[in-house]
């Protein structure tokens, strides 16, 4: 990321610059973090399926800290002739590109669960020399599992949680998300493991195919979300729960315009920044340009995440704008006071 934190052609406010030097940090952190657990757990994984299969699991949680680095790099160039609307639109294919992934490889995990358990596969886990002494491999696991849970879940899990609304960035939260929930694959493989132990084999595979089944319904609940944003659906809030507020307050605005009878919004959501399509209704058949180019300005200045506004008077609103009707929701941020625009 570049000093001046720019997204395209918005300079992002000193909140948003702040947060996103953070949220680079904490990428860079857990990318470490994970690789040193990753290494770790290759230890002592043994033959027990669970720890393999929660070991596999860390390695995919990778990929959306390299998802997000790479895509920051292109999200800050300026729009082109070849490509208009910016670089935004690589957030979401790094999206994409975790989820199908992480669906992926939980299918493939999840069949070899199964297909263990339906074989009756009785795992083994044998004993290591530790300091002189003669261990159970499995209290190894357990006290592995156990101490790599406490970053995910207690540290950069919930710091990137908070950074994620203000950021309006959905891959950063779907990776604090996965990173919140490690402690049921945790769980989880430590159950298989203590199964094994007291002679359960099938506790092992079916601790294996529970985690494998939190990868694929991780995997799909990304996938499902990064397609349809991609499709241009009605923009939405940071974690896809509900439509975005900010529709409803550019309506309100431009109602508050003297010449302005009706009005109505197409929001699209380009990853991190917003393009706005505004349709007015005047009172009178002539508009004068400056009162549009004011609409603009108006507009741009409500939230650092419009980037770009097109005001079109018309006769009728289309059918598909949205009029404004604003949903209730405890997750969406406020809006924010944008950056300074380079080019108005």
């Known amino acids: 990321m570049n000093e001046t934190g720019q997204f395209g052609r918005t300079t992002l406010p000193p909140e948003q610059q702040r947060a996103i030097r953070s949220a680079v940090r904490w990428e860079i952190f857990t990318i470490v973090y994970t690789s040193i657990t990753i290494a770790v757990i290759a230890l002592v994984v043994g033959e027990s399926q669970a720890m393999r299969t929660a070991w596999i699991e860390d390695m995919l949680s990778l990929i959306p800290q390299f998802a997000f680095l790479a895509a920051l790099l292109l999200v800050r160039r300026r729009p082109t002739r070849k490509h208009p609307y910016g670089l935004h639109r690589a957030m979401g294919i790094g999206h994409l590109v975790a989820g199908v992934a992480l669906l992926a490889v939980g299918l493939n995990l999840a069949i070899e ?40 879940v207690f540290f950069y899990g919930p710091a990137k949680s908070k950074l994620a609304p203000v950021l309006h960035n959905k891959l950063l939260y779907a990776d604090a998300d996965m990173a919140k929930a490690d402690w049921q694959t945790t769980v989880a493989s430590i159950v298989g493991v203590l199964g094994v132990g007291v002679g359960l084999w099938w506790l092992d595979g079916t ?53 302005v009878s009706r009005a109505a919004v197409r929001m699209r959501d380009q990853g991190q920044v917003f393009h706005i399509e505004a349709f007015v209704v005047p009172h009178r058949r002539t508009v004068r340009v400056t009162d549009l180019s004011a609409a603009a300005e108006g507009i741009a200045d409500l939230d650092w995440k419009i980037q770009d506004v097109v005001v079109i008077p018309v006769e009728q609103l289309p059918d598909e704008a949205d009029t404004g009707h604003r949903v209730p929701s405890r997750h969406s941020a406020p809006p924010h006071p944008r950056g300074r625009r380079l080019d108005a």
């Open 113 to 152: 669960a199964v297909t263990g358990l339906i074989a009756a596969e009785h795992p083994t886990i044998g004993t290591v020399q530790l300091f002189g002494q003669t261990i159970w491999l499995g209290w190894l696991m357990v006290a592995v599992m156990a101490v790599v849970i406490i970053g995910p």
């Open 207 to 259: 601790a294996a195919l529970f985690i494998s089944l939190g990868i694929v319904w991780d995997g799909f609940r990304n996938t499902r979300t990064a397609v349809v944003d991609l499709m241009d659906q009605r923009a939405r809030t940071y974690d896809s729960t509900q439509p975005h507020p900010l529709a409803a307050d550019i309506v309100s605005y431009l109602r508050s315009r003297p010449w």
